[in-house]
């Protein structure tokens, strides 16, 4: 099992910057990871995914691709979302999750950290 703890949360106004983080316990490079998050009313949604590597591939929502960047590393066992450009409808709760990936989809385990809530006002 591993286990996850997410940072990094904030208030930002539109057109700002956050990064955050996901610090896991121990065989997190046994993991492909990702970020999803849920707005307040919503479902949970994918937002970005890398392989196991710490320079692994990376997957993004059409929503914010070319606005935030997923990465890991693993000597630290850590998972960082850098977000930029950020919007209003970014608003939520962001989750990291460790999981797999079943050819280029990535696919959920039930390991979720507690979150860190986003707040964008415009």
């Known amino acids: 099992q591993v286990q996850l703890a997410e940072s990094g949360g904030g208030p930002v106004q539109a057109g700002g910057s956050l990064r955050l983080s996901c610090a896991a316990s121990?065989?997190?490079?046994?993991?492909?990871m990702a970020w999803f998050r849920q707005a307040p009313g919503k479902e949970r949604e994918f937002v970005a995914a890398?392989?196991?590597?710490?320079?692994?591939?990376?997957y993004y929502s059409d929503s914010v691709r070319g606005r935030f960047t997923i990465s890991r590393d693993n000597a630290k066992n850590t998972l960082y979302l850098q977000m930029n450009s950020l919007k209003p409808e970014d608003t939520a709760a962001y989750y990291c999750?460790?999981?797999?990936?079943?050819?280029?989809?990535?696919?959920?385990?039930?390991?979720w950290g507690k979150g860190t809530l986003v707040t964008v006002s415009s």
């Open positions: 999750n460790a999981g797999g990936m079943i050819g280029d989809r990535y696919a959920s385990q039930d390991y």
């Open positions: 121990d065989r997190f490079s046994l993991y492909a």
């Open positions: 890398i392989t196991w590597r710490s320079e692994g591939t990376t």
